[in-house]
């Protein structure tokens, strides 16, 4: 007998609207060319919920707050990452916080939270501003520096301290150099629709296999440095290896390699790039320049920046949030369904990979009006309580949002004043710079952003 409630499922699922594509292929070539651009105009063509394909296969895509609420939160554990974010993750990274799922994900999360609160987080603010200060003392007036590769080896020095506690001028140059590599060698993979198969000897399989070697020996070997070490240390690894599960377990070797390389990779990438377009878009904004230079002087008066600072640099937070919006570094992210769900009438089958794109929602023009302007006012703390909750999601939402969010949180907000106090960026003339996700796991420049040192006197 037919329910009901079954009859009125039945009548009220809505088909998920596809937009116009080529035969046999669909999508696959603008995806693989100009996927933001697409990703546009499936929202302009089709509304909040739309949907493309890469050769036979469908991608329905949501770009509602509403949706992100229904399918990262509500139904989190209905949805998993899918096969093709497995396959391409789990031989470089294993099964760290980022690729593990159900319940074994659910312990990594619990055993690794301490760390990341804000109470915690808080005693690494002076290496962020550390680095900051070491690195802007190498660049004399007048310098031209590819900005987006200084970014990187602060943040990369950052990470390499809080994590292995080592300083990344000497002992891990190397590791960088490795994950670099592993970062690429992922970014392609994630690009194609059928990447070459991890054990063909392809030659750029074989530089991920030699780095990925390399990063895991080298993580191993300071496992072993740590656990022969009576010292209690304060970096994320020593408190890795005193963390205990419920059951008291502590995590075995194997996994905390894997959650090494997940941090190392992902607490160094992310904030990178969205400094290196928050320079591009001061450079471009003189008067947001002059605000955010003027809060540091003022705050800081030449010191260098601390944890209680913070609360008196609001505008810097404001620059970085914005930058976040406009330049979000994980612009798409991808579900994939462990069952038949219905989300606001539309049916999602079992196996489908429903796509979420923060690019979208926070290009949104009812939500964010004048989507295309650098407004850092929009996060005033007035107007961003007026923001529906789930419009914004640099971070992701629900019990899988970013463990790290809180740290590259600060750590953007503390950067960014420390350089102000020192140096104006001035972008190098005939640059024309647009994101490139075709090319990394996250949306960098097409190419590196010259930019010319101005010394403060």
Request: net charge neutral.
């Given at each position: 007998?037919?329910t009901?409630?079954e ?12 937009i ?10 603008k995806y ?25 296969f469908a991608l329905?895509a949501?770009?509602?707050?509403e949706h ?7 139904h ?6 899918g096969e ?7 031989p470089?990274?294993g099964n760290?916080i980022f ?12 055993i ?13 603010a ?7 200060e ?5 660049w004399?007036d007048?310098?031209?520096i ?6 990187t080896?602060i ?10 506690n080592?300083d ?19 970014g ?7 990447p070459?198969?991890?054990?063909w000897?392809t030659?750029q399989n ?8 390399l990063?895991r020996?080298?993580?191993q ?16 690894l ?6 205990r599960?419920?059951?008291?377990k ?9 959650e ?10 992310t ?7 928050a ?13 955010l230079q003027?809060?540091?002087?003022n ?13 008196k ?8 949030k914005e ?17 038949n ?10 196996g ?17 009006p ?5 407004d ?11 923001l529906?909750?789930y ?11 970013c463990?790290?969010n ?42 590196h ?5 101005r010394?403060?006197?």
């Amino acid at each position: 007998m037919v329910t009901e409630l079954e009859t009125q499922e039945k009548t009220t699922v809505k088909p998920i609207p596809y937009i116009k594509e080529s035969p046999v292929v669909g999508s696959l070539f603008k995806y693989q060319r100009d996927r933001l651009n697409l990703f546009m105009r499936m929202w302009r063509e089709q509304g909040p919920v739309s949907g493309f394909h890469m050769g036979p296969f469908a991608l329905p895509a949501f770009f509602s707050a509403e949706h992100v609420h229904s399918i990262l939160v509500e139904h989190a554990y209905d949805f998993d990452k899918g096969e093709s974010i497995h396959n391409v993750f789990r031989p470089v990274i294993g099964n760290g916080i980022f690729t593990s799922e159900g319940d074994f994900h659910r312990r990594q999360r619990k055993i690794m939270a301490p760390p990341f609160q804000p109470r915690h987080i808080a005693s690494y603010a002076d290496n962020m501003v550390y680095y900051g200060e070491q690195v802007q003392q190498r660049w004399q007036d007048g310098a031209r520096i590819n900005i987006d590769e200084e970014m990187t080896t602060i943040t990369m020095s950052i990470i390499g301290k809080v994590l292995f506690n080592v300083d990344v001028f000497t002992e891990t140059d190397e590791l960088g150099a490795a994950m670099a590599t592993t970062l690429n060698f992922v970014g392609h993979r994630l690009a194609r629709l059928l990447p070459t198969p991890y054990n063909w000897p392809t030659p750029q399989n074989k530089r991920a296999h030699q780095a990925i070697a390399l990063l895991r020996s080298r993580i191993q070997q300071m496992i072993e440095e740590r656990r022969a070490s009576a010292e209690e240390g304060n970096d994320f690894l020593s408190i890795l290896l005193r963390a205990r599960d419920d059951e008291g377990k502590p995590m075995d070797n194997e996994q905390l390699i894997d959650e090494c390389l997940t941090l190392f990779g992902a607490g160094h990438e992310t904030t990178a790039v969205a400094l290196t377009w928050a320079w591009y878009l001061l450079a471009q904004h003189p008067e947001q320049y002059r605000k955010l230079q003027e809060e540091a002087r003022n705050a800081l008066g030449g010191r260098a920046a601390t944890y209680a600072d913070l609360t008196k640099l609001p505008y810097s937070q404001q620059v970085f949030k914005e930058t976040l919006r406009m330049y979000p570094p994980a612009y798409a992210m991808g579900r994939a369904a462990l069952k038949n769900i219905v989300i606001d009438g539309y049916q999602v089958h079992k196996g489908d990979v429903v796509l979420i794109t923060p690019y979208v929602m926070h290009n949104r023009p009812d939500y964010f009006p004048r989507p295309f302007e650098f407004d850092p006012e929009r996060f005033t703390p007035e107007r961003e309580k007026q923001l529906p909750r789930y419009a914004y999601l640099p971070f992701g939402a629900g019990p899988r949002i970013c463990i790290g969010n809180y740290f590259a949180m600060m750590e953007g907000q503390l950067l960014l004043s420390t350089l102000a106090q020192h140096v104006t960026f001035e972008l190098v003339p005939g640059q024309q710079i647009t994101p490139d996700p075709g090319k990394s796991l996250t949306l960098r420049p097409d190419r590196h952003v010259q930019m010319v040192v101005r010394r403060h006197v």
